[in-house]
């Protein structure tokens, strides 16, 4: 399979934007840190609405803290375009009705895969919803996420939804150091976890694992 340089792609495409007229985002986001660095440096050239949408998170006030935090956050950034909100139901049932049958998958593989496209969907439904120009995720700035994962199937549900996904590799030119560093500027409660249940317990055991060993 060829690798594509992702960042690449999305330099070409807002090299050719109007700055005059920015074109509208729908920009889901996992949570304020991941966030961070990918509304400081879009915002320049997009008018963004952040779609706070994660049945995945546990537990329940983990998912509402996170919100609050993602509220918080945009009320303080400075940006040259106009950056809103949308929020979500925590709705957990949803995300453990699609990872069935894959809870005992480590994190990183298809558990997680599955989890993208349930956020990415509902994020394709939402952009189209609201008439946005384009649609994508925070979720790439991770080192623990798979861009290249993400980016197919944001493709594919841009197909789906006709509304344009844009494709994007967060964590390129030092876009996770510089999500911490804002993180810190902002005093951003960063967790410690991924988000789900299936997370929080692959953490707790790791830690476990460290204590034994020392």
Do not use: W
């Amino acid at each position: 399979m060829i690798k594509i340089n992702y960042q690449a792609e999305l330099d070409k495409l807002i090299s050719q934007l109007d700055k005059s007229t920015p074109p509208s985002l729908l920009l889901h986001s996992c949570c304020a840190p991941c966030s961070s660095y990918v509304l400081e440096y879009l915002s320049q050239y997009f008018r963004i609405t952040v779609f706070y949408y994660n049945p995945n998170i546990y537990p329940e006030d983990e998912f509402y803290k996170r919100c609050k935090e993602q509220e918080r956050f945009i009320d303080l950034l400075p940006s040259s375009n106009p950056i809103d909100f949308i929020g979500s139901e925590h709705m957990s049932e949803r995300f453990y009705s699609a990872v069935k049958g894959l809870e005992h998958i480590r994190e990183g593989g298809e558990r997680c895969f599955a989890c993208y496209r349930m956020r990415l969907e509902e994020s394709a439904v939402i952009a189209k919803k609201i008439g946005a120009d384009y649609f994508t995720t925070t979720l790439s700035i991770s080192p623990m996420k798979n861009a290249q994962k993400l980016n197919e199937i944001g493709g594919e549900l841009a197909q789906k939804y006709g509304v344009k996904y844009l494709f994007s590799d967060f964590k390129k030119r030092n876009g996770y150091k510089r999500s911490t560093e804002l993180s810190k500027e902002y005093g951003i409660y960063r967790q410690n976890y991924c988000g789900c249940v299936f997370s929080l317990k692959e953490r707790e055991a790791d830690l476990r694992s460290k204590e034994n060993l020392n």
